[in-house]
């Protein structure tokens, strides 16, 4: 019994001798896949444009009796051109806008105001100035703002002229067109530019005065002055620097013809005036002929 057995353990460990082992696959490991950064474009510099120039021409003087364009001039760089929109503003000494104006481009270079700079009669004293502002396409170099001292105005010398205790800052620009009378009783006509201011005196009844005495003395300027009449559009009663007056709007025809605003006023002594600003060819009085009337006084006004 004991001799089988171990003829039996002898044939399996003989068989298990002859057998190949087979081992259990092993696992393959998924490929991995590496991450690779993109490459950092290095940005190309953006090139800074060229500036343009901008220039602010000084004119000679300005004044009431010299008025001037706004002129400035906008210099693109040698290989660029330039657009710009711009606004000019004129301050006053103490800072104040006296006016503005919208630049337009002129030709290549310059930008010019529409309507001229014209200053009052009588300017308060001190530093004006002349500020641009602009949008333009490309930076600007170059002064924004001019300062500028206005132009003395010289006045004519009238008291041999005009009748006693009445006073009329006249600039010595304007012409005298017409000369009649004497200190009772004529008159005067001023001319300058598209504008003409006459003043008119004569003796005036010895009461206050009416509708009827003022037309008659503003018919009898008519007469005077040689001229074609007017058309009478509007008369009223107001005042004058306190005195009673009259005001009367008048068309004037001809080639040299325009509108009017006519004063008929009275003084203490009962002498009668008739001040007037015309414009001459053109559809608006000028400013400066307005400015000139409003300086007429007459004995004891302040």
């Given at each position: 019994?004991l ?6 353990l002898?044939i ?9 082992a ?5 696992a ?5 896949s ?8 290095t940005?190309?510099p ?14 000679a003087?300005v ?7 706004v002129e ?5 760089p ?17 800072g104040k806008?006296?006016a503005r104006?919208?630049l ?7 930008y010019?105001?529409e ?13 004006w100035?002349l ?12 002064a924004?703002?001019?300062d ?8 004519q010398?009238?008291?041999?002229v005009?009748?006693?205790?009445v006073t009329?800052r ?13 200190e ?5 006509v ?8 006459a ?6 009844p ?8 003022a ?5 009898a ?5 040689g001229?074609e009449t ?17 005001r009367?709007?008048?068309?004037w ?6 509108p009017?605003e ?9 002498w ?18 307005a400015?000139?009337?409003a ?7 302040w």
């Amino acid at each position: 019994m004991l001799t089988r057995a171990i003829s039996f353990l002898s044939i399996i460990m003989w068989l298990t001798a002859c057998t190949t082992a087979t081992l259990a696959p092993t696992a393959t490991a998924e490929p991995t896949s590496t991450w690779t950064p993109a490459p950092t474009l290095t940005p190309s510099p953006t090139p800074t444009p060229l500036p343009a120039m901008l220039k602010l021409r000084s004119p000679a003087e300005v004044s009431a009796v010299n008025p001037v364009y706004v002129e400035v001039l906008l210099v693109p760089p040698a290989s660029g051109t330039v657009t710009a929109g711009m606004i000019a503003s004129v301050l006053t000494p103490d800072g104040k806008v006296y006016a503005r104006f919208n630049l337009r481009q002129q030709g290549e270079l310059r930008y010019m105001a529409e309507q001229p700079l014209m200053l009052p009669l009588d300017p308060p004293d001190g530093v004006w100035r002349l500020v641009v502002g602009l949008s333009a396409s490309r930076p600007i170099i170059g002064a924004q703002t001019l300062d500028f001292l206005p132009a003395p105005v010289a006045f004519q010398e009238l008291a041999d002229v005009l009748p006693a205790g009445v006073t009329l800052r006249l600039p010595q620009v304007f012409d005298e067109v017409l000369a009649q009378g004497n200190e009772r009783a004529g008159g005067r006509v001023w001319r300058y530019g598209k504008g003409e201011l006459a003043l008119w005196w004569a003796p005036g009844p010895t009461e206050e005065l009416l509708y009827d005495n003022a037309l008659v003395m503003l018919e009898a300027s008519h007469a005077a002055s040689g001229e074609e009449t007017p058309e009478l559009l509007a008369g009223e009663e107001t005042d004058w620097q306190g005195r009673a007056a009259f005001r009367f709007q008048e068309q004037w025809p001809g080639r040299e013809g325009g509108p009017a605003e006519t004063w008929v006023l009275q003084d203490d002594a009962h002498w009668l005036y008739v001040l007037r600003a015309r414009a001459c060819g053109v559809e608006e009085i000028p400013a400066l002929l307005a400015e000139v009337q409003a300086t007429f006084m007459l004995a004891g006004e302040w």
